[in-house]
């Protein structure tokens, strides 16, 4: 775990000393859990936005884009159920004053009995070596059994209180568990309190008599209050998705692990509109769909698995994580949620405006049914990031920093380099770098020696390096490096295009998809 520790703090500097991500207001120290991406962050994340932008919208016929206003209605709020129900549970320290989520601090304790569960599996299988039967262990050994009765105990009883909203009993459990602030080492608690998560502020000036308004914590609500728009001018017929992408705001209590939770962040969020009844297929259709676009940026099929939840949403029938292993464990990266007619009849309630669709087919009008797939670009970022890093030990003792970033979203798709800064090779390759700009993000390097200008390119994940030597000047090749392997081969200039294009063009991953 230390070393997991070690490895995500290193990924984190490695994040700002390469410009992809910045501490926001940093030259004022800071402000908590809003970050700013650098020159190669911003790169990074527009090519994820666009991976999933034409996934949903060039793939399906039936799904279009819109993009609403930050700012909307607060009634809006009021009928989504965020006013009174979009809380976290707080719980204060009174020696650290200190404020954590009571929930994540029972959460914690569950898995500290998992991790407890893990070391004797591991204990055992070092004991038994290839013998061992881990299933066979798990329901033999007293041990074990004692302490996965008292986790499944605390799970159940954890389960009961958030679904019944019982405060008193989220701080019985944590004073049972005897659960000590992390930092005072105190079980000084007070009592759990509701907190909204949405930020205010004013609209209009004070004359006018100034109106309370939201900063969304979800895109969602921008899509459902357009669904008449979309569907009307769109002559849009069921099943159909309209998909978003824009930023989100949240009062989170407990913000850290970088840019995993954050105070201001980016979704990408598609709301598909069905027939009722139909809902549970259609959430089967979405689980599957949105895990093969995970899987084919290859980052790891084993790094992801399906999360159900037991605590729904108040507006969901059904719910599943996608989580991917981060170096801090599996963690929550989309959710995919039936949220039955739930928003679309609160709008149509709290507006008065009548918001159905006619069926042709069935011959009657009914409020459709959603399916949602929701994802953090941020976090999608992170989980890229994250898997991607590595330090490698080369031959001879050397050692490089490399992202293997999906070539298809590294910030920089090639470098090209002169080997000399003389003899006309500069030139050259200027020629060459103003013929690829035009189709890839391309740079130009002369600085330091040719192995240090690979490194730089390692470092933020470019996929080609390009070295224009002699040679160049009599047969118009060049060579061709790399990232992963390393390995250059000499090719004609007048090829660059094609090699590159096959490589990492956005094309080509959405063929994987279908
Ligand atoms: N419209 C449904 C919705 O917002 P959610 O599970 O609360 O559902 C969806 O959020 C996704 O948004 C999450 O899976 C996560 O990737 C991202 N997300 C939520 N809160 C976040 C935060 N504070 N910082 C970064 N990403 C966040």
Known sequence: ????????????????????????????????????????????????????????????????????????????????????????????????????????????Q?????????????????????????????????????????????HERFA?????NNLDE????????????????????????????????????????????????????????????????????????IAQIGKAFR??????????????????????????????????YW??????????LGLGDEKYRYHDHEKLAHYANAATDIEFQMPFGFKEVE???????????????FSGKKIQYFDPERNESYTPYVIETSIGVDRMFLSVLCSSYEEQKLEGGDT?????????LAPVKCAVMPLVKKDGLPEKAREIVNDLKFDFSTHYDEKDSIGKRYRRQDAIGTPFCITVDHQTLEDGTVTLRERDSMQQQRVAIADLHRLIHDRVSLNSLLRKLG
């Not at 013998?131 to 105990?153: C, H, P, W, Y």
């Not at 009961?160 to 019944?164: D, G, L, T, V």
């Not at 980016?266 to 069905?274: A, D, H, K, R």
């Open 1 to 108: 775990m230390a070393q997991q520790d070690d490895v995500f703090k290193k990924i984190v500097s490695h994040a700002k000393e390469y410009g992809f991500v910045f501490q926001s207001s940093e030259i004022y120290d800071g402000l908590s859990a809003v970050y700013d991406y650098g020159q190669n962050g911003v790169e990074l994340k527009n090519n994820i936005k666009r991976y999933w932008w034409e996934a949903m919208t060039l793939l399906h016929e039936n799904i279009v884009g819109i993009d609403s206003a930050i700012f909307m209605h607060p009634t809006i709020w009021k009928a989504s159920g965020h006013v009174d129900a979009f809380n976290d549970p707080l719980i204060d320290n009174r020696d650290s004053k200190k404020r954590y989520r009571a929930d994540v601090l029972i959460e914690e």
């Open 110 to 154: 569950i898995a500290k009995y998992d991790e407890k569960i893990n070391k004797e599996v591991a204990k055992a299988r070092k004991r038994f070596g290839d013998s061992f039967d881990e299933a066979m262990f798990l329901q033999t050994n007293g041990r074990v059994a004692e302490i996965a009765a008292k986790r499944n105990a605390l």
């Open 160 to 164: 009961e209180a958030m679904n019944a």
């Open 170 to 241: 989220l701080r019985q459990i944590i004073v049972d568990e005897e659960i000590v602030c992390p930092i005072s080492g105190t079980r000084n608690w007070t009592e759990v309190r509701q907190f909204n998560l949405m930020f205010k502020t004013e609209m209009g000036s004070t004359a006018d008599g100034a109106m309370t308004v939201y900063l969304r914590p979800e895109t969602a609500q921008g899509i459902f209050v357009n669904y008449l728009n979309v569907q009307k001018t769109g002559r849009m017929r069921l099943p159909f998705g």
């Open 251 to 284: 009062n989170e209590i407990v913000a850290r692990q970088f840019i995993f939770r954050m105070r201001e962040f980016e979704q990408m969020e598609m709301q598909f509109f069905v027939q009722p009844g139909r809902e549970m297929e259609y959430f089967a």
């Open 287 to 296: 689980k599957e769909q949105r895990l093969r676009w995970h899987k084919a």
């Open 335 to 349: 959710g995919i949620h039936s949220r039955t007619n739930f928003d679309l009849s609160q709008h149509e309630k």
């Open 400 to 408: 490089r920093v490399v992202l293997h970033l999906p070539e298809t």
